[in-house]
């Protein structure tokens, strides 16, 4: 069965510095999410990639979060530099649009962050 | 802006217990998942809808879809230790692919 990867599954890192996660989504999935999930919350989406273009990034916060996915395929998020309040879990998704406009999303593992 | 609550927010009961979870919207939307996640992984995809009024049964959980497209449940019958996990639901109103989550329901079944 197709899954979403995601590495590292766990960072631990201290502030100020510089840390990068990788995805690669279902293969032939099209669009893939980042999202940020702080503990006893949903996901909040980061970033959303439709191929290779960027189609929302309204809540990444950008003097310090990158995203790319330059071949549309894999992707990577950065944050530099880290701060205390950056610790969470960091998800990937993609997905498939179906009938309408249910898209089903398909969650990686996730990356755990610690900033110490 | 579209809302989600979830709520019970934390449910614990005992083994063989019935249970229901409820996810109501501020607005109507096209499209609403129901997800599962346990700790320290991803969320995974239980059931989607996209039809007011539908009923959609997975084993020993079923989702009842609201007719005004703004309400979900989700019922499970004798709940099992397995059924522990954090339930979340999404919708989306849009094209754009983009889906709104709730901050879950923490289920905790004893044995």
């Known amino acids: 069965e197709a899954e979403v990867a995601q590495s590292p599954r766990y960072k631990i890192t201290e502030k100020s510095q510089a840390v990068a996660f990788w995805c690669d989504p279902i293969?032939?999935?099209?669009?893939l999410y980042w999202y940020r999930q702080i503990l006893g919350q949903g996901p909040e989406l980061l970033v959303q990639?439709?191929?290779?273009?960027?189609?929302?990034d309204s809540q990444l916060p950008k003097d310090r979060f990158s995203a790319e996915r330059l071949k549309g395929v894999d992707s990577t998020l950065k944050i530099q530099p880290a701060e205390l309040g950056d610790s969470a879990m960091y998800l990937c998704?993609?997905?498939?649009?179906?009938?309408?406009?249910?898209?089903?999303?398909?969650f990686g593992p996730g990356t755990r962050l610690t900033v110490t | 802006t579209q809302l989600l609550e979830q709520s019970p927010q934390f449910l614990s009961i005992q083994e063989g217990e019935n249970l229901t979870v409820y996810c109501n919207s501020s607005?109507?939307?096209?499209?609403l998942q129901w997800y599962r996640q346990e700790p320290g992984e991803g969320p995974v995809l239980l059931v989607t809808v996209v039809t007011g009024g539908e009923v959609k049964k997975l084993k020993r959980l079923t989702f009842q879809f609201g007719d005004a497209r703004k309400d979900s449940s989700l019922h499970i019958t004798a709940a099992q230790p397995g059924d522990t996990g954090l339930y979340l639901c999404?919708?989306?109103?849009?094209?754009?692919?983009?889906?709104?989550f709730g901050d879950g329901t923490t289920l905790t079944v004893k044995p």
């Open positions: 990639f439709q191929d290779e273009s960027v189609v929302d």
């Open positions: 607005s109507v939307f096209s499209s």
């Open positions: 998704a993609s997905s498939l649009a179906l009938e309408g406009f249910a898209y089903e999303q398909y």
């Open positions: 999404a919708v989306s109103n849009t094209n754009a692919g983009k889906s709104t």
């Open positions: 293969s032939g999935h099209a669009t």
